[in-house]
Nanobody, 121 residues
Framework: QVQLVESGGGLVQAGGSLRLSCAAS????????MGWYRQAPGEARELVAHITSGGSTIYADSVKGRFTISRDNAKNTVYLQMNSLKPEDTAVYYCNADIATETYAYGIDHWGKGTLVTVSS
């Protein structure tokens, strides 16, 4: 059973920074893409940032220039460095990873349980 566990959320003032981490554990053959999504109260879940196994990245327009996604393949971990945080960044942040296992040789989506980020004005 593969698990994704996020950490690093919390309360921060506007203009501050946080670093989220997400570690994958279990019987993993390969991790393909990894990413971060967020869901604000009353809103749909949206993509924040995505990184491929080769290191290519994409970002939501709203976070470009402020957030940086990275991954450590040796640790099966993806990070999200969030700088210049704004109140509108307040949301539950979810880790997502496409992971190949013994059962799903090409990969299947996995989700973490989420970590709350609150940005005060």
């Amino acid at each position: 059973q593969v698990q994704l566990v996020e950490s690093g959320g919390g309360l921060v003032q506007a203009g501050g920074s946080l670093r989220l981490s997400c570690a994958a554990s279990g019987i993993i053959r390969r991790i393909n893409s990894m990413g971060w999504y967020r869901q604000a109260p009353g809103e749909a879940r949206e993509l924040v940032a995505h990184i491929t196994s080769g290191g290519s990245t994409i970002y939501a327009d709203s976070v470009k220039g402020r957030f940086t996604i990275s991954r450590d393949n040796a640790k099966n971990t993806v990070y999200l460095q969030m700088n210049s945080l704004k109140p509108e960044d307040t949301a539950v942040y979810y880790c997502n990873a496409d992971i190949a296992t013994e059962t799903y040789a090409y990969g299947i989506d996995h989700w973490g349980k989420g970590t709350l980020v609150t940005v005060s004005s």
